[in-house]
């Protein structure tokens, strides 16, 4: 896979450029403010629909089976299915499968529904998305399950590739094997993606070492030495 990839990545800078280099920031502000523009007139459309006569009934109260010609008459409705064109509204995760930085760029190859696979929960999620819209900034309704890594990852081999990682170090030198953190209730909703993002160029050193802070506020790998 080497060095198709490397092309590929490579391309995909090229041709993109700056925005889409760095997706986090250079293409926030716009996004933001398109975001803004398709609320804005996504409430215009629901007044509108509220003040009755001005527009055909709202999607949900139609049949599902309807004619080409009505569909083409309403494009604003989108129902979601896994073939769909995902990158038409998701331009950052697309373009993060090109960024070198992001993890998604491991996973150029890979299907975006191979990872979004909760296609129950997605096709909710996309409820009342308009085809104009822009996507979403976090997994609200819907999760990339640890499995789903496993399907692909040696989960078992991973404490033994990491075992001399020191990424996980506190404040006072302790240690810690990301792929081997002491078991108990608090670890417990521990998953891959809790330390590993796809779709940010920020790297597994600072995402991984943010999550344990989230609770080890002092960065010290223990409670009980400060709390009773
Ligand atoms: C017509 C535009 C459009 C298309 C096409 C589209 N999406 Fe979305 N998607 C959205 C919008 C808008 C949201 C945000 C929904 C919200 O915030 O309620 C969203 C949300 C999501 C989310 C976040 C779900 C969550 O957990 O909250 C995922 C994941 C996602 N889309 C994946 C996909 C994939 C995969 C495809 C292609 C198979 C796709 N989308 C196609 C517009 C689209
Ligand atoms: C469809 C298979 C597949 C799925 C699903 C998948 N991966 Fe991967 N992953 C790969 C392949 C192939 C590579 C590239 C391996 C290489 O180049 O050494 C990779 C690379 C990686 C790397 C970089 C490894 C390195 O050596 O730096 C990480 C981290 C990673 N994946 C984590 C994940 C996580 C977390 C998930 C779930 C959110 C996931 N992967 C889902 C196949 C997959
Ligand atoms: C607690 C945070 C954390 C969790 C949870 C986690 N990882 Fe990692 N992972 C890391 C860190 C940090 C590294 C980089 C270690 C290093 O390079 O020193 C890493 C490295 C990797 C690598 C590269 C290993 C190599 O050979 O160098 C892969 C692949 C990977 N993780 C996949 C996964 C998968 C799949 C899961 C879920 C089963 C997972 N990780 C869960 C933090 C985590
Ligand atoms: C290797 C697995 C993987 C692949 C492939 C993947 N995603 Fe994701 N996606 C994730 C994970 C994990 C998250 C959680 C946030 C993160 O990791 O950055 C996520 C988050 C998202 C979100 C929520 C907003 C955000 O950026 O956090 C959307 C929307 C999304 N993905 C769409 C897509 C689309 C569209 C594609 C294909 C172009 C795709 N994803 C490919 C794993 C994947
Ligand atoms: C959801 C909150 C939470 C997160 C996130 C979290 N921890 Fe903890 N951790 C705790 C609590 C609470 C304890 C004390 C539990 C106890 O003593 O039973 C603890 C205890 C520990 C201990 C001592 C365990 C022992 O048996 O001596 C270590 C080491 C540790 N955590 C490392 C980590 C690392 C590394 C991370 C990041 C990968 C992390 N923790 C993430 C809540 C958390
Ligand atoms: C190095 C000492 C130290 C360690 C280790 C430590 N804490 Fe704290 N914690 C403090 C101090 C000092 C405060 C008070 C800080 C303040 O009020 O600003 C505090 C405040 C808190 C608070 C807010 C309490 C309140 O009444 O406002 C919570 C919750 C908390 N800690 C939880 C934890 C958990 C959970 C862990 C382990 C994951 C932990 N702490 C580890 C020193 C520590």
């Known amino acids: ?9 490579a391309e995909g800078l090229g041709l993109t450029g700056a925005a889409a280099g760095n997706p986090t920031t250079a293409g926030t502000p716009r996004r933001g403010m398109r975001r803004l523009l398709a609320l804005i007139v996504a409430g215009a459309v629901a007044g509108c629909l509220l003040a009755a006569g ?9 049949p599902a089976a309807e004619s080409e ?10 129902t979601w299915s896994a073939d769909a064109d995902c990158a038409m509204c998701h331009d950052k995760e697309a373009a993060s499968q090109q960024d070198a930085a992001c993890g998604a760029a491991q996973h150029g190859d890979v299907a975006c529904v191979t990872c979004h696979s909760d296609e129950a929960g997605l ?4 409820e009342g998305a308009a085809a104009d819209g822009k996507g979403a900034t976090a997994l609200v309704q819907t999760a990339v399950a640890e499995e789903v890594c496993a399907g692909c990852h040696d989960v078992a081999a991973l404490a033994e590739a ?6 996980l170090t506190d404040s006072e030198g302790t240690v810690v094997n990301p792929h081997a953190i002491p078991e108990n209730g608090d670890h417990e909703a521990t998953e ?3 330390c590993h993002k796809m779709h940010s160029s920020t790297g597994v050193e600072k995402t991984a070492t943010r999550y344990c802070k989230s609770c080890h506020h002092t960065d010290v790998y223990q409670c009980n030495t400060c709390h009773a």
């Open 1 to 9: 896979m080497g060095n198709e990839s490397e092309g590929r990545r």
């Open 162 to 167: 990491t075992a001399d990682s020191t990424v």
């Open 69 to 78: 010609a009505e569909e083409a008459a309403q494009p604003a409705a989108f």
């Open 123 to 126: 096709a909710t999620a996309h």
């Open 54 to 62: 001005c527009a055909p009934q709202p999607r949900s109260a139609q």
């Open 192 to 194: 891959c993606t809790s």
